[in-house]
């Protein structure tokens, strides 16, 4: 069972902020905002999509820190009711739709911190994503250092040994040998380093991120999608609940993100597609499996599917060469405090070109006024690419 996932990691104090209650638009305003996020994707050149556990929950795989989030109902020592297991769970609407707006060119890359394997069984391809937190359906060997999809879930989570052999041939065409490991992260364990950097260096790049089921509270992941906005970039947040970092949003959605992301493609007039077992590498893994034959010690003999990331994608000279060009944006300093409510003569714009009087916008939840930022007040940016 999907649940069981959380019972195998460590013991954790600080697990955020649990139960938030979810907010929800209005339809004509989900209208407006669905129209406002198809706009962005077209007129987006780089456009990184971010997603998190409230993707999966339309499948059955519960959330987190939703009202019935697994460490929210924790806290009050309950279990999450519905729970699917994870062989059985299939890839929901958002995840066929992000494979759709991939293949479109819409979409550039995605950072998920999924474990579910679902962007993996939709059939996106590895070079288009970054799996921050791990895999349920991925193994890694301990020698040659290669992910492998498998036909079923782990059993196992915190990077334990699994107790098969690396199914991977050398040079030579003989086995590996090596041991193969769970790719799931234990609580404080370090992020896979390439996946982490590609992540790192897409949302630095990107003209636009996307945050889809998450209230970004994890980090680093949750700080991704704001370097894409320190570098003038948009920043669109889909989520019922408030997110840590909506106060840097251009566009916030409040409402199910299967709905949001199955309007935006009909507005797009990107068609989407149904979930396809035939290009599911952890069926088509399966399928090899029961084909195949056995060595002389009983192991399966099938080709494996490799799930590695490829050295040359984090090395990509393009991407790099924009990575560096793109510089965080200075801040203006603001000629008064927050306190200071009075009438000003001088207004300023957001990325929308709306004008707003100081105080409008502010966001004082944190109880510090002092430490209020200002997101949308960007100034002596400097087309680096002159320099
Ligand atoms: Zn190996």
Redesign the pocket.
Known sequence: MSCNYADGLSPYENKGKLGLPEIFDSAEDIEKKCVKLADLLRNSEHTVVHTGAGISTSCGIPDFRGPNGVWTLEERGEKPKICISWNDAKPTKTHMALLALQKAGYVSYIVTQNIDGLHLRSGIPRKYISELHGNMFTSK?D??Q?QFVMSEAVKTVGLKSIGMN?P?LKKKGRR?R?KLFDTILDWEDSLPEDDLDLAHMHSCVATLSICLGTTLQIVPSGNLPVHTKKRGGSLVICNLQPTKQDRHADVMIHTYVDDVIKRVLEILEVPLPDYDSTIDPVVITSLRIADGIKNSEGEEEFTPIDWTINAEWVQDKELFKKFKMKKVLKKKKLPYTVNDTSPKKFKHENSDGEKFSPGVTLDTSSGNKNEVEWPFVVCEFKNESKT
């Open positions: 060997c020698s040659c290669r690396c991977g590996c090596g």
